[in-house]
């Protein structure tokens, strides 16, 4: 049909169960990537929800743990996206082929994909690296993983919603202010300087900057 082979194995994964067991369409709501869509999940994040499992394990679907998956899923955009703006350093091929290994090898057992994705988070992780390398081998895991780590239209929309993000954060803290509430305008601040932002405050009102 295709006009060339399509692949070389079938695999049958274990079910998806919920809290009440395996899903059916006669318990009432049944789970689909369009309801997850219409429910604020991009397909990804549920790809990487799978991936952190094991093919041969029953996966437990909650939505306490799609959105789990989700933040984990921005932070990732969101730092190869940093690193992508300042790609510096050469290529240390040494480390490219180790960590590339460490995946392969994780992949050959069994298809360990949660193995695989702990190997991932190691190479953004280790200071070490330099960006040339971390993106290069980001590139390579995710002609397997698929989960869109170098689209730049992920990137974009996930920097949109930080910013949207931001700028509440900013009008609560104005907010607080206003009513004296200081501890709260002071853990707003200190909330946002541990994930990188710095806030301003101006005689024209409060800016921030990316750190």
């Known amino acids: 049909y295709l006009g060339h082979k399509w692949c070389n194995y079938w695999l049958h994964s274990e079910h998806l169960h919920d809290s009440t ?89 069994d298809l360990n994909t949660s193995n695989a994705i702990t190997v991932l988070f190691n190479v953004l992780k280790d ?35 930080l910013e949207q993000y931001i700028l509440t954060m900013i009008e609560k803290r104005k907010e607080a202010k206003i009513n004296r509430d200081f501890v709260l305008a002071d853990q707003i601040r200190d909330d946002l300087l541990a994930n990188g932002i710095v806030l301003k405050d101006t005689r024209e009102g409060t800016t921030y900057e990316k750190i």
């Open 21 to 109: 067991g395996k899903m059916s369409k006669s318990k009432g709501e049944f789970l689909t990537i369009s309801l997850l869509e219409e429910k604020g999940y991009s397909p990804l994040v549920y790809r990487l929800f799978c991936l952190n499992s094991h093919y041969r394990k029953t996966l437990v679907f909650s939505y306490e743990g799609i959105e789990q998956n989700k933040i984990v899923y921005e932070k990732l955009i969101r730092k190869i996206a940093t690193m992508k703006s300042n790609i510096e350093g050469e290529l240390q091929l040494d480390k490219f082929e180790n960590y590339k290994n460490l995946f392969k090898g994780a992949l050959e057992n």
């Open 127 to 161: 200071e070490d690296l330099t960006n040339k390398t971390k993106i290069t081998l980001v590139e390579s895991f995710d002609n397997v993983l698929s989960l869109g780590l170098l689209d730049s239209s992920s990137s974009k929309k996930i920097a949109t919603e």
